[in-house]
């Protein structure tokens, strides 16, 4: 249900507790990270777990923020402003790139991951890929051996 309503609504910042009945928390966030449509949408976990294996667990599914329970109300206003500002910057800057043209990708140098594309870069990609496959493809049709009919 917490996907379909990210994917539906776009919200500007998702606040999730970690223990939720079926998927937990640190999955759902995952799949919206996982997610093109909602992996901009920052994530903020408000839980009353509180040994460092949950926090790092959060951060390491994708979380930006990590709240205990109970909630300071002041604090989290704070949290959210700060994480839907740096979102509406990094999004006006996505844009910004793409408006001009600029085919913009960011990889995490230790693992080679491609953490962050505009929306340029991810259709040259796709484009480049789908070329690549097919040119995969029609080169193993023609390298095999011929067949031998008896």
């Keep these: 249900m917490a996907l379909q309503v990210a994917h539906l609504m776009q919200p500007h910042v998702i606040l999730m507790d970690a223990m ?34 949950h926090v790092t667990m959060a951060f390491d599914a994708g979380g930006v923020d990590y709240v205990t329970k109970p909630v300071r109300p002041a604090e989290v206003l704070a949290r959210l402003k700060a994480h839907v500002q740096n979102a509406t910057k990094m999004h006006q800057a996505t844009s910004a790139l793409d408006a001009f043209g600029q ?19 991810k259709q040259y990609l796709e484009q480049y890929f789908a070329e690549w496959a097919a040119k995969e493809a029609y080169s193993a049709v023609q390298t095999l051996p011929p067949m031998i009919y008896q």
């Excluded at 640190?26 to 009353?48: D, L, N, Y």
């Excluded at 230790?110 to 505009?118: M, P």
């Design 103 to 121: 085919a913009t990708i960011a990889i995490l140098p230790t693992d080679k991951r491609l953490v962050w594309q505009t929306p340029l870069a």
């Design 20 to 53: 939720m009945p079926g998927l937990d928390g640190f999955a759902t966030c995952r799949r919206i990270k996982a997610a093109a449509e909602t992996q901009h949408i920052p994530v903020i976990f408000m839980t009353g777990l509180t040994e460092i294996e």
